[in-house]
T-cell receptor, first 116, second 116 residues
Framework: AQTVTQSQPEMSVQEAETVTLSCTYD???????LFWYKQPPSRQMILVIR??????QNATENRFSVNFQKAAKSFSLKISDSQLGDAAMYFC?????????????FGTGTRLKVLA | KAGVTQTPRYLIKTRGQQVTLSCSPI?????VSWYQQTPGQGLQFLFE???????NKGNFPGRFSGRQFSNSRSEMNVSTLELGDSALYLC???????????????FGPGTRLTVT
């Protein structure tokens, strides 16, 4: 069965600094998607970035980038130039690409605090 | 463009009752997915609809059901409520069901259900 593990319950970063959130997953599938979601105190979930497993190039979205290591089943999120608005819960998620019976698994989340 | 709306925002029900939650996607979006968030189980995928058809379903009992209408609005129903059904229920919409190819996914603010 697929699993997603976020081993850092909480992390802190100084404003303008860089932070990396870790995520590992386990799957026997070869094709899948990985996501990072942000949930600020308002609880409204935001899709931050996604990675298709068949793409070797790491995804980037402005200050957010991932380090996708398929063989190691690792998918970390790097936030550059951290801002106060980045403070939130971050969830890593796995979704297989097989429609109809796909699994959609979320990690337990990492709470990111941004210090002024 | 209006965002994803969920009604009601807050709901209190008694064990054994049933409840219906509504989600109106962004105009033009045909895919709606539902998630349950609890302190104990975290984030879990419930189901996904596209063009009035259920495309995928998470591992939830048959008490949880949903549907999508021709205008893409979706409802989810929980019958015979249990205390453990107390949760934040999130819905998200996207143009298509496949979240690859840079398809954007937008979440609603959620419905907070409390079962007493």
């Amino acid at each position: 069965a697929q699993t997603v593990t976020q081993s850092q319950p909480e992390m802190s970063v100084q404003e303008a600094e860089t932070v990396t959130l870790s995520c590992t997953y386990d799957t026997s599938e070869s094709d899948y998607y990985l996501f990072w979601y942000k949930q600020p105190p308002s609880r409204q979930m935001i899709l931050v970035i996604r990675q298709e497993a068949y793409k070797q190039q790491n995804a980037t979205e402005n200050r957010f980038s991932v380090n996708f290591q398929k063989a190691a089943k690792s998918f970390s999120l790097k936030i550059s130039d951290s801002q106060l608005g980045d403070a939130a819960m971050y969830f890593c998620a796995y979704r297989s690409s097989i429609l109809g019976t796909y699994k959609y698994i979320f990690g337990t989340g990492t709470r990111l605090k941004v210090l002024a | 463009k209006a965002g994803v709306t969920q009604t009601p925002r807050y709901l209190i029900k008694t064990r054994g009752q049933q409840v219906t939650l509504s989600c109106s996607p962004i105009s033009g979006h045909r895919s709606v997915s539902w998630y349950q968030q609890t302190p104990g189980q975290g984030l879990q995928f419930l189901f996904e609809y596209f063009s009035e058809t259920q495309r995928n379903k998470g591992n939830f009992p048959g008490r949880f059901s949903g549907r999508q209408f021709s205008n893409s609005r979706s409802e989810m129903n929980v019958s015979t409520l249990e205390l453990g059904d107390s949760a934040l229920y999130l819905c998200a919409s996207s143009l298509v069901a496949n979240l690859g190819s840079r398809t954007k996914q937008y979440f609603g603010p959620g419905t907070r259900l409390t079962v007493t």
